[in-house]
């Protein structure tokens, strides 16, 4: 990893911010390293995953090499949001 900074969660109300919700975002990783696309693994919150997305897609990564070769390669992350007193979203 180079740079995968996860958003700030900032939960749209109370009741949604006393919750505690999990996840996983999948990235297809070039062979330059740059995010190729980003798709929702497993979902937290409807609102934090269209952030997530987008952020994920401007993450940065060390290439998967084969052979000395750099090769596109997968990766999941998984998300935790903690409730708003525990201060945001963890890996």
């Known amino acids: 990893v180079i740079q995968e900074t996860l958003p700030v969660w900032t939960p749209p109300n109370?009741?949604?911010a006393r919750n505690e919700y999990n996840g996983a975002v999948k990235v297809r990783i070039g062979t330059d390293g740059r995010v190729k696309a980003a798709t929702i693994d497993r979902p937290t919150h409807p609102?934090?995953?269209?952030?997530l997305?987008?952020?994920a897609r401007?993450?940065?990564y060390k290439?998967?090499?084969q052979n000395g070769t750099p090769i596109e390669s997968e990766r999941v992350i998984a998300v935790r949001l903690r409730?708003?007193?525990d201060q945001g979203a963890v890996r």
Do not use: G
């Open 14 to 16: 109370p009741s949604i």
């Open 47 to 51: 609102a934090y995953d269209a952030v």
């Open 53 to 55: 997305l987008n952020t």
């Open 58 to 60: 401007s993450w940065l």
């Open 63 to 65: 290439p998967a090499m």
């Open 83 to 85: 409730p708003l007193a």
